[in-house]
């Protein structure tokens, strides 16, 4: 594994447990072996993010359905499955928007400045990166898989060895 890519690894683990272990109440693994792609293919529900400085790209959570389904219940602390999409949808959103900013803090220090766009989400097949895909990243939360896609651009290895005060 190249510097880059390690960097960018551990920071995304840490962005994880920083954020879907506070929200969710959930412990974060990694898995030993890889998840079967199949289930990040359809029936999912996903909230994309467009990071927009310090570098160009956008940062994606996938998850099955049932999986979203179970971690909203966490963040909002009820269960059953009785909660409806839209309140999972929103909580998949909050998510994302949670972990992008931990991280580019993670990544480019805590006094960087960033820019993010507006959660956008669906249900489905999720879409496609408008920029080059960077890595893939997959998490089991309290037992629910989860797959993060970070793509981007103009994020060279100077960028990330730098100290930023």
Avoid at 87 to 105: H, P, Q, S, Y
Avoid at 149 to 159: I, P
Wanted: with cysteine; charged share 25%; proline share 4%.
């Amino acid at each position: 594994m190249d510097k880059q890519l390690e960097r960018i690894s551990a920071a995304m683990l840490s962005a994880v447990q920083k954020s879907l272990e506070r929200m969710a109440f959930e412990e974060v693994e990694t898995p030993e072996k890889a998840f079967d792609q199949a289930i990040f293919q359809q029936n999912v529900l996903w909230a994309s993010i467009e990071i927009r400085e310090p570098f160009k790209g956008n940062l994606m959570l996938i998850a099955p359905e049932k999986s979203a389904l179970r971690l909203s219940e966490s963040v909002y602390g009820m269960g059953g499955g009785e909660l409806p999409k839209e309140k999972v949808t929103d909580a998949v959103a909050e998510m994302a928007n949670t972990l992008v900013g931990w991280f580019i803090r993670e990544l480019f220090g805590d006094r960087t400045h960033f820019r993010i766009g507006i959660p956008t989400t669906g249900a489905g097949e999720p879409p496609g990166c408008d920029y080059q895909t960077l890595s893939a990243h997959y998490y089991r939360v309290g037992g629910c898989e989860i797959k993060i896609v970070l793509c981007g651009e103009g994020f060279e290895e100077k960028s990330i060895d730098c100290e930023i005060d």
